[in-house]
């Protein structure tokens, strides 16, 4: 069974930085592409960032471009957790993120390219 356990959330100023991780159990961690998405009350679930298998492309990694530039998405396949380091946060950053495990080793911003996903974190940024 997967499993996808999100920590590292909470509340921050704009400005500040937050750094969320994803441990995840039940695959075999380093054959997949790992993504974060986010959803904000009343909008629907948004891709931010996915990296694919280390194997597959050497981990490229992908960002949404809300987020590119002050965001970095990083694996150790060693403890199988995915990290997503976010910078200078913004008030429009504030939602429930979530990690996802895609369905094979390449990372895509598509929601239908994941099938496991985590029970969410929030980020809450105040101005």
């Known amino acids: 069974q997967v499993q996808l356990v999100e920590s590292g959330g909470g509340l921050v100023q704009a400005g500040g930085s937050l750094r969320l991780s994803c441990a995840a159990s039940?695959?075999?961690?380093?054959?997949?592409?790992m993504g974060w998405f986010r959803q904000a009350p009343g909008k629907e679930r948004e891709f931010v960032a996915a990296v694919a298998a280390i194997g597959w492309s050497g981990g490229r990694t992908y960002y949404a471009d809300s987020v590119k530039g002050r965001t970095t998405i990083s694996r150790d396949n060693a403890k199988n957790t995915v990290y997503l380091q976010m910078n200078s946060l913004k008030p429009e950053d504030t939602a429930v993120y979530y990690c996802?495990?895609?369905?094979?080793?390449?990372?895509?911003?598509?929601?239908?390219?994941?099938?496991?996903w985590g029970q969410g974190t929030q980020v809450t940024v105040s101005s």
């Open positions: 996802a495990t895609a369905r094979g080793p390449i990372a895509t911003m598509s929601y239908a390219g994941y099938d496991y």
């Open positions: 039940g695959r075999t961690f380093s054959s997949y592409a």
